[in-house]
């Protein structure tokens, strides 16, 4: 995350044109809302799933560029002149002219800041780029943080407790490549078994994981198994950090969606 001075060209800034809505879905809380109107809307969603310190994000529209299995990123908050750098991709929408950007993994900490007015802007690749103005931002975030929390209870996990940390154990890497195609369990493969596996890690003061326990499966064994053992093999851990400015022992909590590769 980065100061920095607002970008050159910038592109006229689309409106709200419907009111935030949340959705509590079974596995994350979405938070959704359309800007501009006709060939220049744009959807935006903002996903918070079991991950304490990550959001995902999609901007859907008919003007949005296929650009492929990896795009470039910057979303930049104004007034604050503070902006963000993810790797996404983008894809097409089923039976629909929509097409769409999508990023996991975001540091939440950009949004932090958002204001009641708040003006965001996203460019990918230097071949899309959009204006929005996020109205009543801050209000609706807080409201998707109280459904994430709601979340988190649910599968018996207290969010205070990770917020008790002074500093959270921080993922060694990108998350979103401890598990890839590669990893698909062939025979789930082959039946078109696919699921959701959140997980939660027990990680050591000395940032290793030392177990692995399942807080929502799947509904196949297979891959809930294999989820665990992934992460147990690749996850990597900077650990968290008391009060007291020692390492301690923490946990982690993210999920695994298995998908099978089309």
Known sequence: MSAE?????????????????????????????????????????????????????????????RLGSSVAIKVTMEPQGVSADFEGYSMGVPDRPEKFIRWYDGDPRILAAATNRQQVRLSADDRFDVAMLWTDAKSALAALQVCHDDLLKSWGIEADAMRSWAVPPEPIGRPGRWVTNADYPLEETRRGIEGTTAFQLKISPQGVVEKCII????????????????????????????????????????????????
Request: charged residues 25%.
């Open 215 to 262: 807080v929502r499966s799947s509904k196949s064994n297979v891959l809930d198994r294999r989820s665990c053992q992934l992460m147990l093999e690749r996850a990597k851990f900077k650990p968290a950090i008391g009060a007291d400015g020692q390492p301690m022992a923490s946990f982690y909590v993210n999920r695994v969606r298995w998908q099978v590769p089309k």
């Open 5 to 65: 001075p607002a970008m050159a060209n910038e592109p006229p800034v689309l409106t709200p044109a419907s009111a935030w809505q949340v959705d509590y879905a079974d596995e994350e809380c979405r938070l959704l809302r359309t800007f501009g109107r006709g060939e220049d809307a744009v959807t935006l969603r903002i996903a918070r799933g079991s991950g304490l310190q990550s959001f995902d994000m999609v901007v859907a529209g008919v003007k949005i560029p």
